[in-house]
């Protein structure tokens, strides 16, 4: 885990990055003080990690499986950087109203004007199945939390999750401890360490 505390950035961008870890951290805090309801319409595959990753975070997971799904399902992983998504990721966002965000090595988070890229996680998350769908859960516990600042809730959430996933790797041996270790380290994570390696910065 990178220290974003230490290193030669110029002053405005480490202000920038420290604040944004505190607002993560009073993110994570909101959600263990107010255990939201997160109703999650998910995929027998996806349905444990997503309760897991919500219950270790705080909040109060409710699994529903969507047996229509199959009818619909269009996932795919792509070979591309989510860096490379954000001009079409800020065009979606105007035109849906919406906040989006690309999860990748960097996520990216936009509401259309501004974009921030989560920095934080490790690549083996993408050997553990519904990674993506879990940190989607999280996000609207964040959401559900700070309902007027979506925008923030979104790249905290992002930023919380992979944080998670470096503490887990840090102890782990493969995916299957990653999993195991990203649910400790969720549920353990602490004012300290989110501060110092919370890393949130602009794109
Ligand atoms: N190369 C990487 N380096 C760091 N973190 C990564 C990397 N790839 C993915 N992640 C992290 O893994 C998590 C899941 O992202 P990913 O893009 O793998 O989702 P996904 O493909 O939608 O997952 P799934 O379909 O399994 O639910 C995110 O938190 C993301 O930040
Ligand atoms: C592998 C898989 N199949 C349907 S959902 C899922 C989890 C990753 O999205």
Do not use: Y
Request: hydrophobic share 45%.
């Amino acid at each position: 885990m990178e220290d974003k505390t230490q290193g030669h950035q110029p002053k405005n961008i480490v202000e920038s990055t420290k604040s944004w870890a505190r607002q993560a951290w009073a993110h994570l805090e909101s959600v263990r003080q107010a255990s939201p309801l997160i109703q999650c319409i998910t995929n027998f595959v996806s349905m444990d990690l997503v309760a897991n990753v919500l219950l270790s975070a705080g909040a109060s997971p409710a699994m529903i499986s969507c047996v229509e799904e199959k009818k619909h399902t269009q996932g795919a992983d792509s070979t591309h950087e989510s860096t490379d998504a954000v001009a079409a990721a800020k065009s979606l966002a105007q035109t849906s109203g919406s906040i989006v965000a690309v999860s990748g090595a960097v996520d990216i988070v936009t509401d259309g004007q501004r974009v921030v890229g989560a920095q934080n996680g490790v690549a083996m998350l993408q050997k553990i199945t519904a990674t993506g769908c879990s940190v989607t859960a999280l996000i609207a516990a964040f959401v559900a939390i700070d309902p007027s600042r979506p925008f923030e809730a979104t790249a905290t959430a992002l930023s919380v999750f992979g944080l998670a996933g470096e503490i887990g790797m840090s102890k782990a041996n493969g995916p299957a401890s990653l999993r195991a270790n990203l649910i400790d380290a969720l549920h353990g994570l602490d004012r300290t360490t989110v501060l110092q390696h919370a890393n949130v910065s602009n794109i």
